[in-house]
Nanobody, 124 residues
Framework: QVQVVESGGGLVQAGGSLRLSCVVS????????MGWFRQTPGKEREFVAT????????SYGDSVKGRFAISRDNAKSTVYLQMNSLKPEDTAVYLC?????????????????WGRGTQVTVSS
């Protein structure tokens, strides 16, 4: 059984930084593309970032480009999301997801396994 568990959320002031982590178990980590999404009440799940199996390719949502960075450590079965210059509009539940497909994907429906999410709150 594949498990995806996020951590690292919290409360931070605008302009601050947070680093989210996500650990995957139950599947060889290097065989999955990883993604981060975020969701707020009443809105659709928003793509944040994705990274290829070996970490050589990444893609970001327009609202986070230049501020967020995704990375992975296959030896630790962990993907990270470094979030800098945070804004109040970044407040959301951040969800980590794994896809067995070969290519990067920005569509939530393409991901097979999901964590429960970690809350990030940015105060103004």
């Amino acid at each position: 059984q594949v498990q995806v568990v996020e951590s690292g959320g919290g409360l931070v002031q605008a302009g601050g930084s947070l680093r989210l982590s996500c650990v995957v178990s139950g599947r060889t980590f290097s065989t999955v593309v990883m993604g981060w999404f975020r969701q707020t009440p009443g809105k659709e799940r928003e793509f944040v970032a994705t990274i290829s199996r070996r970490g050589g390719s990444t893609s970001y949502g327009d609202s986070v480009k230049g501020r967020f960075a995704i990375s992975r450590d296959n030896a630790k079965s962990t993907v990270y999301l470094q979030m800098n210059s945070l804004k109040p509009e970044d407040t959301a539940v951040y969800l980590c997801a794994a896809s067995g497909r070969a290519n990067l994907d920005t569509v939530a429906g393409s991901y097979d396994y999901w964590g429960r999410g970690t809350q990030v709150t940015v105060s103004s």
